[in-house]
């Protein structure tokens, strides 16, 4: 076994470091308390060539490998949780299916764009009455001559409001549920394509989110993404693994920051006459904390090396975002009890780590929705690891 990054990934992981510690850290409260979409960052990460991570080459990508993205994932979120949110849409689900299945003419007039950051992307699975069960998709998608007619809303979609494209999940045949679904390229421009409602979020602020309404769009044939309608749900197992550990590794910076923060002041706070980093009951938080993170981190990277390993690990990768999201909302926690009645106060981090780390629990998979699979799955193996 070999628990080693390679120098290459070394060095990459201190490149990131240092451009989310000089363009994002000295930011975060700003981007927070603005929550609004950072455009001049945007453009600035974009120059620095990490938007085409996962894409090749010939687009503009860097056609990095699956732990080098995670350990990038990671990094991104030791800085502001929404600005990331938004950069890992572009990245992973935003630009997926484009990258995958577009036609050689719209990867050049989408993707190399979407890469060099002047087009922004996102995905669009959940609506009002659909999000955990997407065989409850309502938006459709109905053949016409030379291509689709697309009806429908989508909700909580990250950089919605300002995108410039989206990947659409949209039915063929709603009697067929998660077999009549597919995805849709749909371009902004487009008649009937607009913007609904922003939705306020309670945090990862710095990252849009909001409504976006199909009204009887037209897309022509090329923009179905994938082979054959109907056949969506079967492209998606790769991409959420690939998402399930990347919130995982962002619940794990998440985490880390939040505590380290928190050793901070329990370093310097006094209490009955001595700093409250002394006593066992605070104590026993930074190493219940040690131990919890080292696992989840364990388990997000040994996902991602099966990935990269072509290892069939659809539960690994479920087990290390659902680990990771609870050992993450209780490290924020802790730190809110470190930090005492200051914890409340807007002004110090606490708070901000707590509101962050909420919406780790519903991307991916709800951690109910997870359990359900992982418990079924387990009840099927002979023993644990197999
Ligand atoms: C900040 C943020 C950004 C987002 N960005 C995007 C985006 O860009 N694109 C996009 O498409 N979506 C996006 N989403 C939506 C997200 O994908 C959904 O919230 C998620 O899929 C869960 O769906 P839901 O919220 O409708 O909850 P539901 O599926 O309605 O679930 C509600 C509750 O019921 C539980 N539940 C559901 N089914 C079961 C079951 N079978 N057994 C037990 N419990 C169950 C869930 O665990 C949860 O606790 C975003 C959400 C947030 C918060």
New binding site residues.
Partial sequence: MDFKFTDEQEFFRASVRDAVDRLIRPKIQEIDEADDFPMELWKEFAQLGYLGLRHPEQYGGLESDVITSMIFYEELARGSCGFA?SVT?QIL??TYFIGRFANEEIKQRVLVPAIKGEKIG??????D??????AGTRTTAVKRDNGWLINGR???????PICDFCTV?ATVDPSKGLDGLSFFLVEKGTDGFSCGQL?H?L??HG?V?GELIFDNVFVPDENLLGEGAGNGMKYTTDILNEVRVMTALMACAIADEAIIDARKFAQQRVAFGSAISKYQLIRAKFANHWAWYEAARLLAYKAAWMIQEGIECQYECMLAKMFATEMCLSAVDEATRIYGGNSFAMEYPPQRFFRDA??L????????????AIGAAFLRRGSTSK
């Fill in positions: 949110m849409m689900m935003g996102t995905i669009c699975f959940t609506e009455q659909s999000g955990s069960d997407l989508k909700m909580w979609i990250t950089n919605g999940l939705i979020k945090g990862s990252s989110t909420r919406f629990l519903f991307g991916g998979g709800c951690h109910e929705v997870l359990q359900n």
